[in-house]
């Protein structure tokens, strides 16, 4: 069964930090990338960041350049993002996927149907 499971959201105050975790199983993992997507209520969803464990590619959203950063475990198969100096706009749950490599460049950020795996999400919110 494959699973992309979303760990480690919750509630901070502005300034904060928290790290999500993304685990995954049931599939190749050193045949896919990463992507961490997020979405605000009556926001579209918006492409955080995301990572090749084999190229060792990321990619950052103009939004969180600077504060977040995407990392992989492979050997646990696990794809982790370290949030700080969090915001209130950051607010949002956030969800990671899974695109292959073959599909990955510069565009993960538009996900779509090329995104093979989705996970459940994990609710972040940062208070003011």
């Known amino acids: 069964e494959v699973q992309l499971q979303a760990s480690g959201g919750g509630l901070v105050q502005a300034g904060g930090s928290l790290r999500l975790s993304c685990a995954a199983s049931?599939?190749?993992?050193?045949?896919?990338?990463i992507s961490w997507f997020r979405q605000a209520p009556g926001k579209e969803r918006e492409g955080v960041s995301s990572i090749s464990s084999s190229s060792g590619a990321t990619y950052y959203a103009d939004s969180v350049r600077g504060r977040f950063t995407i990392s992989s475990d492979n050997a646990k198969n696990t794809v982790y993002l370290q949030m700080n100096s969090l915001r209130p706009e950051d607010t949002a749950v956030y969800l990671c996927?899974?695109?292959?490599?073959?599909?990955?460049?510069?565009?993960?950020?538009?996900?779509?149907?090329?995104?093979?795996?989705w996970g459940q999400g994990t609710q972040v919110t940062v208070s003011s």
């Open positions: 996927a899974a695109v292959p490599k073959t599909f990955y460049d510069s565009t993960w950020y538009t996900g779509g149907n090329k995104y093979d795996f």
């Open positions: 049931g599939f190749a993992f050193d045949d896919y990338a």
